[in-house]
């Protein structure tokens, strides 16, 4: 039997999904922010102890470690980031610092500028120039370039990004900048623009490059400490990295730009949540990830949740590598509680995994919405927490609760747990408002589903605030983001630019092209361990109307296998043309017959299938009532009172629960408010419904 | 056609009638949609569009207009287009009979004695009615034009002493008949404007707005006509009330201001603008008496829409950012603009260039006059450099072609207490994309050589203006260019005791023996190879510099911000070691004595 494993590292708990056939085992244990591979050997050796093995006999049977970090956006959200330099073309040193004018607000005259990841003072111009169509306008100045490396040098810098005008036509001046960075700073770590983002304009490229070589440091010694610790235990493989548009692929290949892992975590769950949805006939869903830390929403439309590239800003810088849309929110089990200043706040400060909450007893001195659930009776320290890796503790929780809340507030331990619960209710139900809001779409409209140890808490009750009739739960929902990881597929996605009136192409010239895509797709994804027969290509191109800006991509075949060129041949291009004029049409309203439209890049993804969990519904087993396994005084929102208390364990496919209740699953706590009803589903995923008043 | 239509336009329009009551939840839902569906409008039409300004610079707007023609919705967009499309669409609703206004119509209109902007930015819209056929909203959408058929190439004159010099004015004009596309009317535009991308351009608005509609169509659908109406009722009440609310905490007063911008087209010196703002209790004025109406003057003379709209794009930047956007700014601010001044221009003056200057004058003197009560927000949402170098040429085909330059990259982002001014501009023109020399040299034949911050040309201040760029530009053919000075004598002013911003300077022909300093407006013809170097002035200090942190001043020298020698000069910091070793310290103690020997100096000076 063979293994596949998704691991996700939050800032709180790493979390495991291994898929043994069709089998799905779940684990999660606390992160080690140190040293994050520290958790995960941690926790796969745990999984090994639960199939009888050592961690070596394991590790050889995984055909595949999936892993989506934040370990990118960490470095951007504590601007810890490596010493950081800039060489570009003489005279456009400031591009990074003056966005193309963008502001995040115009109507905000106090918005503060980003913290600078790299200050104009180790942003150095070189005399050099390329134009347009590749030529070389100006060349090199070598002599200027040595001295302003060592400027760089003299600063510290630790890593250099090298951006120059028209590099993807032809990157002869990065290459040779590069050599010299290398000769002058040989521990350097280099990122060059037109392997990180071959394409124009030259603000999107640089700003995506100058972020890449600002986390790239940490994101590769953190993945090289990883894939390290993986082999000296037993795993021969690659390591796949879920990558910030949703698929996944080698470190090998992520090496020139570490940054396409940005946000790769969340993208994990946003695609399993896809999956899972369409699975259970639920389209339209309101993704919301309550963990540790954070508070992560994200909204599928029609099933899908598309990779956007281009104009995604992050944490204030753009990057422009494609990326699932995901909103982050401060609020999660961890964030701090406190009335120090005469209102509650909940967040976004968070205890983090260490010291964590007072419950876990790991020192933690600051109450927390982890605390407060503990005095609401929401969860207990008699039931195992996080799959048993540890018990909760009341310890101090009285204390802490009193000292930053009741005590300012001067209300008893009790109401202050209540108003925690309620503020930081209502912060997610807002931001939630703000993100649908903003897409138009009414909530009402959607499912929730709803994942992340602390989602399930609090699902029923926002999906009531917003209006929300239905919620989804998956079984797997606390480690979601790392079943989503095994839902992703292997894939490249790469273009060239060729820019040519559509009526001058040249179909061979195109066909070149896509074959050097092709071969590189190859190499990389066999390396990975895949075959050729298991490769699809989807070869597309990327057209517009003279003047346009904005080019639509045009699909001109899906092959499966072998490479098979019969598509290209001479009449491909008159095909492509018309199907940009319809394709226009559809998507503006309006084709222009008159203009002959020009070809601007030439694409192509491949991918491969690869197992996948398998994710069903419907409500065919027998409906009846379950059986609690004990009572507990809690409150749901309608003061204290005896509580049923189901073990998850306990519950099968038809069970159905009414509400007041909770649910202690092994990883996460479901709670059923009053007013709502939960059951389980044929795939034992649970859904909560409404009930008519 | 004249000030009585005026009048007419901007006359307070009554709530649209409904029986329905809604919850604020619901309204801001609502509101969002409408906020939405305008992102979706002005995305399309940058998607779509032909041309570089629209597709690449984001120099559109769409808003949503209701039936009895008050502003419902804005998308983020320049504050030159923000709030302008009512006035546009209102003389559209004074003429629904006349022009058979149904389901599936498109109009545009452009036309600055009618409500427009000027000539360029042409405000396409399209009805939304109900089941009835009862006119609910209207999806509006304006954009720039690269041309508008005038005597000169590119929409601007700088000698066209009246508005038909500019080319094709257009009150309002049917595009679209019942979903069918008037073609003769469409060609009819197409023929009267010499930029190839036109065709694309109109057909990607036409486009837009149509979705708008749709999108529209759906939202009554989903709430029902009335709650919608109750919707935008309550927003609009609603941010004309938070407006008060804020003003009814500023204190009650005139505060007046005066800003002159160097000179008109034709050389005329010091056109003046008079800006008093007068607070009692929650009603603020915003009065223009006072402003030029000398009748000599030429291509200063802003439309009237864009003097309303400027006004309020520069309060709403002064209070609460997270205020709607709607009708109820102008329900809750009362302007005077005298009639047959440069504010509000007797008809048929040339409209072009006053869209930038007299224009963001307004604004400038709102801000400055407001400065010593809103010290936080005071910062002028503004660009002040006349009109960008436009290079205009003609390809192998004659078909037209023109750089617009919207590649300024630092200019007029000006201080605020407690804020340096940072990034490109002013937060207003947060929403301008700049263009970028990859995407204009794979386009136009030019290079651009350099378009840095230049050290020092910033105000100083104990919070400091962004320095200003150096565009340096080069033209690979003979091409005509076309510019328009300001600045130079009067720039950006400084706040509260803060420097102004540095004087902008514009020279052509650079390196050659025939190089010149442009000093006013010009319509030159330049040789294939010739370069131009344009230096924006940076944004205004505030307060006075010798109270800026000596560190921050350290750290400005080290970034080239601001040089050694100014940082003594202009800050009274005195600096030791070299910024090539990174090794600048603040020697404390003579800083101390330099600043107060400057301190007793100023205050002699002002004692004086």
């Given at each position: 039997m063979n293994y596949r494993i998704g691991i996700d590292i939050g800032g709180t708990f790493t979390d495991f999904a291994m898929l043994k056939g069709q089998e799905l085992i779940l684990h999660k244990n606390l992160s080690?922010?140190?040293?994050r591979s520290v958790g995960v050997i941690q926790g796969l050796e745990r999984l090994a102890a639960m199939e009888g093995k050592s961690l070596t006999q394991l590790l050889e049977q995984v055909e595949a470690i999936i892993h989506g970090t934040t370990v990118a956006d960490n470095t951007l959200i504590e601007m810890n980031g490596a010493c950081t330099g800039l060489l570009t073309t003489a005279g456009f040193r400031d591009e990074l610092e003056l966005r193309r004018g963008f502001k995040e607000d115009i109507w905000d005259v106090r918005l503060a500028p980003p913290v600078p990841i790299i200050p104009r003072r180790r942003r150095l111009g070189v005399p050099e120039r390329i134009r347009f169509d590749g030529s070389v306008h100006t060349p090199l100045d070598e002599n200027a370039a040595r001295s302003a490396i060592r400027r760089l040098a003299k600063q510290g810098v630790e890593s250099v990004a090298i951006c120059t005008l028209f590099c993807f036509t032809n990157p002869v001046h990065e290459l040779r900048l590069a050599q010299l960075v290398a000769e002058e700073m040989p521990d350097a770590h280099i990122s060059l623009s037109h392997q990180v983002l071959p394409k124009s304009p030259e603000f999107e490229r640089v700003s995506t490059t100058a972020v890449n070589a600002y986390v790239g440091p940490r994101v590769s010694q953190y993945i090289n400490r990883l894939s390290e610790r993986l082999k000296e235990s037993g795993y021969s493989r690659h390591l796949l990295l879920m990558q910030s548009n949703g698929g996944v692929m080698t470190q090998e290949y992520l090496a020139g730009s570490p940054i396409r892992v940005l946000s790769s975590g969340p993208a994990g769950g946003v695609i399993g949540s896809a999956a899972i949805g369409r699975a259970k006939g639920a389209t339209e869903l309101l993704c919301v990830d309550m963990g540790g830390t954070s508070y992560d929403v994200s909204v599928i439309r029609d099933g899908q949740a598309p990779a956007q590239s281009g104009w995604n800003w992050h944490h204030r810088y753009l990057v422009a590598v494609p990326m699932v849309q995901v909103e982050t929110l401060g609020a999660g089990g961890g964030s701090i509680c406190s009335a120090a200043t005469g209102t509650l706040q909940v967040g976004p400060a968070s205890a983090g995994a260490a010291p964590g909450p007072v419950c876990y007893g790991r020192g933690g001195k600051l109450p927390t919405v982890t605390d407060a659930m503990l005095v609401l009776g929401l969860l207990s320290d008699e039931s195992e927490f996080a799959g048993g890796s540890f018990k909760l503790v009341r310890e101090g929780v009285a204390e802490a609760l009193q000292e930053h809340v009741a005590g300012p507030m001067k209300c008893s331990i009790e109401e202050a747990a209540f108003d925690c619960w309620r503020v930081v209710n209502a912060n997610m139900t807002q931001a939630v408002r703000r993100l649908t809001a903003q897409k138009g779409?009414?909530?009402?409209d959607l499912t929730l589903l709803a994942y992340g140890g602390n989602g399930p808490v609090f699902a029923a009750i926002q999906a009531q605030e917003l209006g929300i009739q239905r919620v989804l739960v998956p079984r797997t929902s606390p480690g979601f983001s790392a079943t989503g990881a095994l839902a992703a597929q292997p894939c490249i996605d790469e273009e060239r630019s060729y820019i040519v009136a559509g009526t001058k192409a040249d179909i061979q010239h195109i066909r070149q092209l896509w074959q050097e895509l092709d071969q590189r797709a190859e190499h990389f994804l066999q390396q990975a361990g895949f075959s050729r027969q298991d490769m699809q290509c989807r070869y597309q191109l990327n057209l517009r109307y003279p003047g346009q800006n904005w080019s639509l991509t045009v699909e001109a075949a899906t092959v499966q296998g072998a490479q098979d060129w019969s598509f290209a041949g001479d009449t491909l291009i008159a095909q492509m043309l018309e199907r940009f004029h319809q394709l226009h049409f559809a998507r503006?309203?309006?084709?222009?017959?008159?203009e002959a439209p020009e070809i601007t890049g030439v694409r192509l993804i491949a991918s491969t299938e690869v197992p996948k969990p398998h994710f069903s519904g419907g409500f065919t087993a027998p409906q009846r009532a379950a059986v609690p396994a004990k009572q507990r005084r809690a409150n749901l929102g309608h003061g204290f009172r005896a509580t049923d208390i189901y073990r998850g364990a306990d519950l099968v496919p038809g069970h159905s629960i009414a509400g007041p209740a909770i649910i202690e699953e092994a990883f996460t706590t479901i709670v059923v408010y009053p007013g709502w009803n939960a059951r389980l589903d044929d795939a034992g995923d649970y859904e909560l419904n409404r009930q008519p008043n | 056609m004249s000030f009585e239509l005026n009048r007419r336009l901007v006359a307070r329009r009554p709530a649209l009638d409904t029986h329905a009551t809604v919850d604020s939840v619901t309204a801001s839902i609502v509101n969002g949609a409408f906020e939405t569906i305008c992102f979706e409008v002005a995305t399309h039409l940058g998607r779509a569009a032909s041309s570089a300004i629209i597709n690449q610079s984001n120099e559109r707007n769409a808003s949503i207009i209701d039936a009895h023609g008050r502003l419902a919705g804005i998308s983020v967009g320049i504050p030159q287009l923000l709030f302008v499309s009512p006035l546009a669409v209102r003389w559209g609703l004074e003429n629904v009979r006349q022009d058979d206004w149904g389901p599936g119509d498109v109009f545009v209109g452009n036309d600055p004695d009618y409500g427009g902007g000027h000539l360029p930015d042409y405000t396409v819209y399209a009805p939304v009615f109900d089941g009835r056929g009862e006119l609910v909203l209207i999806q509006a959408l304006q954009a720039h034009q690269g041309d508008t058929g005038g005597k000169d190439p590119g929409g601007f004159s700088v000698d066209s002493t009246d508005i038909f010099g500019e080319g094709l004015g257009i009150p309002v004009l049917k595009l679209v008949h019942r979903g069918q596309p008037r073609r003769d009317v469409i060609d009819l535009l197409i023929r009267n404007n010499r930029f190839p991308s036109f065709a694309g351009d109109i057909a990607a608005m036409i486009s837009a707005v149509q979705a708008g509609a749709v999108s529209l169509q759906a939202l009554l659908t989903r709430y029902g006509v009335d709650l919608v109406k109750a919707a935008v009722n309550f927003n609009i009440d609603q941010t004309a009330q938070r407006f008060r609310q804020a003003v009814a905490q500023w204190p009650d007063g005139d505060y007046p201001a005066d800003v002159w911008i160097d000179q008109d087209t034709a050389g005329n010196p010091d056109v003046h603008v008079r800006v008093t703002c007068r607070i009692a209790g929650d009603q603020l004025t915003v009065d223009m008496t006072g402003s030029d109406a000398r009748p000599e003057l030429v291509n200063v003379w802003n439309t009237f829409a864009n003097t309303r709209g400027y006004a309020i794009a520069q309060l709403a930047s002064m209070v609460d950012p997270a205020i709607n956007k709607n009708e109820g700014l102008f329900y809750a601010v009362e302007m005077v603009i005298p009639e047959g001044s440069i504010l509000q221009p007797p008809p048929n003056k040339p409209a072009a260039l006053g869209a930038f200057h007299p224009a963001v004058e307004v604004g400038e003197a709102i801000c400055i006059a407001l400065s010593p009560i809103l010290p936080e927000r005071c910062a002028p949402q503004v660009y002040k450099l006349g009109m960008p170098n436009a290079v205009i040429g003609f390809n192998e085909r004659g078909e037209m072609w023109m750089d617009q330059g919207v590649d300024v990259r630092a200019s007029d982002a000006s201080a605020t207490q407690g804020l340096d001014g940072w990034g490109a501009m002013c937060a207003g023109l947060g929403n301008l994309i700049l263009a970028t020399a990859e995407d204009a040299e794979s386009r136009f034949p030019v290079l651009n050589l350099a378009r840095e911050m230049t050290t020092d040309t910033g105000g100083a201040g104990r919070w400091r203006g962004q320095p200003g760029t150096c565009n340096i530009k080069q033209v690979l053919e003979p091409v005509s260019a076309m510019t328009w000075m300001v600045s130079r004598k009067h720039p950006l002013r400084g706040l509260n005791g803060g420097d102004d911003a540095g004087p902008y300077s514009n020279r052509f022909l650079v390196g050659t023996e025939q190089e010149f300093e442009v000093q006013n407006a010009l319509n030159a013809q330049l040789p294939a190879g010739a370069i131009t170097r344009y230096q924006y002035g940076g944004g205004a200090g505030f307060e006075s510099p010798l109270l800026r942190d000596p560190l921050a001043v350290r750290e400005d020298v080290l970034d080239e911000y601001v040089s050694i020698e100014a940082a003594r000069e202009r800050y009274g910091v005195i600096l030791t070691g070299s910024i090539e070793d990174f090794d600048l310290a603040v020697d404390v103690n003579k800083t101390e004595d330099l600043r107060r020997q400057r301190q007793t100096a100023k205050t002699w000076d002002s004692a004086r």
């Open positions: 080690t922010p140190d040293d779409s009414n909530p009402e503006y309203g309006h084709a222009r017959d008159s | -």
